[in-house]
């Protein structure tokens, strides 16, 4: 394959061989669009080195790079970075499936904007088994210049829209040289906050072009639980961070930031509860109270800002200081939504 593609989609693997042939069905499935698909085998001890090396021999656009030792995802994608010809970058996860058509529909509402967000449905699974999904759009608008830039980051993030990689369409020569942190967690926040820093314009999709799977086997949503409140709060400094790039937060962003941060606290300890099956009373108090101490925290607390019922119900019981309440809301939303 010599012709510069018009996409070149980044896929890092590490013992995926469950979920890898229907997301690589999905990718090198994509028409009306020229695609080259960089795999990352990320020193895989499953069946998923073998699944890639038929799937290459089968299709010349997928080409397969190695790491020497299990990196994580950021050192993966950063890898494949270095080898990509394409005009715009697509980022996939193994777990995941991206819907047909979607590459074209991203290019074509592209237009040559930096990045182009869309929506996605988000499934959730209980082993393999689907348990319930919700569907997060993006909307239509464009924007262009600093103005309204942390607003946007806000608002995006308000709609579980910012943080994520697979549901953007990065233009490669507007985003060259930035790169993914090799933290294992929190990777593709930070490549997004560095992104929306650097860029001019961003333009937004209004329909879901992916499928976002949480809870299986495979997912790396499950894997990482236990690191969920450090997340959390790397989370927040990172969006803080970027929001103040362009000047002191307003009183509307900071509300958002508060919102947000409060909203991952009890999910965090809710995949706790769900995901890793913690049954320890006394642990998960501990977290939560950490939680409550942290600079995040003390923010949230003081600025958080209701739009929701579900929002006004976690920020009172944030703000009651508990951690016996704040475990016993969590178990909740573990309950109904994990």
Same mark, same amino acid.
Do not use: K, M, Q
């Given at each position: 394959m010599s012709e510069r593609p018009t996409v070149s989609v980044i896929l890092p693997v590490y013992n995926a061989e469950n979920t890898l042939p229907d997301a690589l069905d999905a990718l090198l499935g994509q028409k009306g669009v020229s695609l080259e698909v960089l795999a990352v085998n990320d020193a895989s001890t499953d069946g998923s080195r073998a699944i890639l090396s038929a799937a290459a021999a089968r299709d010349d656009r997928l080409k397969v790079l190695d790491t020497p030792e299990n990196l994580g995802a950021g050192a993966a994608r950063n890898l494949a970075l270095a080898h990509a010809r394409g005009e715009y970058l697509y980022f996939a996860d193994a777990d995941d499936r991206l819907y047909p058509g979607s590459l074209r529909a991203l290019v074509t509402a592209a237009d040559g904007a930096d990045v182009t967000v869309c929506g996605y449905r988000h499934e959730r699974?209980?082993?393999?088994? %689907?348990?319930?999904? !919700?569907? @997060?759009?993006?909307?239509?608008? $464009?924007? %262009?210049?600093?103005? !309204?830039? @942390?607003?946007?980051?806000?608002? $995006?993030?308000?709609?579980?829209c910012f943080a994520y990689v697979w549901n953007k369409l990065y233009r490669r020569e507007a985003v060259q040289g930035i790169?993914?942190?090799?933290?294992?967690?929190?990777?593709?926040?930070?490549?997004?906050?560095?992104?929306?820093?650097?860029?001019?314009?961003v333009r937004l999709f209004p329909g879901a072009l992916y499928l976002y799977r949480t809870g299986g086997s495979d997912s790396l949503t499950g894997r990482v639980a236990a690191d969920g409140m450090a997340l959390t709060d790397l989370r927040f400094r990172e969006m803080y961070d970027a929001v103040s790039r362009f000047g002191a937060p307003t009183e509307e962003q900071?509300?958002?930031?508060?919102?947000?941060?409060?909203?991952?606290?009890?999910?965090a300890l809710a995949r706790r509860t769900a995901v890793q099956r913690v049954r320890d009373p006394a642990a998960l108090r501990r977290e939560a109270e950490k939680a409550l101490l942290t600079p995040a925290g003390r923010?949230?607390?003081?600025?958080?800002?209701?739009?929701?019922?579900?929002?006004a119900v976690c920020i009172s019981v944030f703000r009651t200081g508990s951690p016996r309440l704040i475990c016993l809301a969590a178990d909740t939303i573990a309950r109904l939504r994990l």
């Open positions: 699974c209980a082993g393999n088994a %689907e348990i319930g999904s !919700t569907e @997060s759009p993006g909307g239509p608008a $464009l924007f %262009e210049g600093d103005g !309204t830039r @942390s607003d946007l980051i806000c608002e $995006l993030d308000r709609r579980r790169r993914f942190g090799t933290t294992r967690i929190s990777e593709d926040l930070t490549y997004n906050c560095r992104v929306f820093c650097a860029v001019g314009s900071r509300a958002s930031l508060a919102n947000i941060h409060i909203r991952h606290v009890f999910f923010f949230s607390a003081r600025y958080a800002r209701p739009d929701t019922p579900a929002d």
